[in-house]
């Protein structure tokens, strides 16, 4: 029934960390429940399965703990990119799909089952939702809390963050660019803000909303640095892709550890949209002439990829990373959740 438990909040967490949303594999429900068994927040990541998947998630997760834990979301937007830079690109691609002997994908635009997503977390109500990308209707962030799910979006401006609140939000994720993976900044054809974490973490203090920082979070002393800079928890993605629950790709398992990779990068090769990960020959190859265009161009990639990690292949493989990928060990999930409290 509506209201009838009652709403999570961050403060009641027992430690100040949440396991961040991380879509194509590396989220499970093992990882979320692990993560919450031991007081922090776990999170399913419902980016790129529908939602039937996405609830069966959710039953599994609440089969593994009574604690919180949290959905996260990507609220869709219309397609920003053109059927000739779609061909252009798919021309480029081509050879690469050849090496693995497959073909490209159909580079459609989809609002990833989001009308029935949105039906399950207003039937199921985890504790947790939270979006990314943009924002869903005022509507659906009213419906969710009379439901008693605390409402995050995830934001990297100013500018993104006052909309968040004007359409009801409980809570921001603040997203800096140190973050591995999709950045959450709502303009789906330009970079993003490249204000430093803790720089943004400044920015929004003064609004009065509860802040969780996000970006470069792979040891106690950086979750010190941002509840120092007013965050009220830390989101840490990066940390967890070696754990014992994540479902990461042993291409991308190896690839962290090899010390053959050094550096991260920003790229929209990969989906169209801009995300970090470990820099390889596929971005060397393709960053100069990737157009924006999500979700297009991720389906478009999507066999490539697969058949990349199939082979064990890092270097055609979408390694998402932070920048404090070498600092992240392996182990339990309740393990790393220790060494990321203060």
Known sequence: MPGSRPLFNLSTLALPVIQAPMAGGPSTPRLAAAVSSAGGLGFLAAGYKSAAVMQAEIE???ELTGAPF??????PQPSVISPRDVQQYALSLAPDAGRFGVELGEPRHDDDDWNHKVDVLLDRAPAVVSFTFDLPDPEVI????????????????????VRALEAGVDALCAQGPEAGGHRGTFDAAGPAPEVPLHAILGELSGLGAPLVAAG??????????ALSCGAAAVQAGTAFL?????G????????????????????????????RGLHN???RRHDAGAPY?????????????????????????NLWAGTGFQRTTAGPAPQILAALTP
């Open 293 to 317: 265009g999500y979700p297009e161009i991720h389906h478009l990639t999507t066999p490539l990829r697969a058949a990349a990690a199939a082979a064990g292949d890092p270097d055609w493989l």
């Open 216 to 225: 470069g979070i792979v040891t106690a002393d950086d979750t010190r640095a």
């Open 248 to 275: 990461t790709k042993a291409a991308h398992r190896a690839a962290l550890t090899s010390g053959r990779f050094t550096v991260t990068a920003v790229t929209r090769a990969f989906s169209g949209r801009n995300a």
């Open 242 to 246: 070696l754990a014992d629950e994540a």
């Open 60 to 62: 599994a997760t609440r």
């Open 70 to 75: 949290g959905v996260n979301v990507f609220v």
């Open 281 to 283: 020959e596929f971005m």
């Open 142 to 161: 009213s419906a969710l809390k009379q439901r008693g799910v605390y409402v995050m979006a995830t934001v990297t401006s100013m500018p993104e963050a």
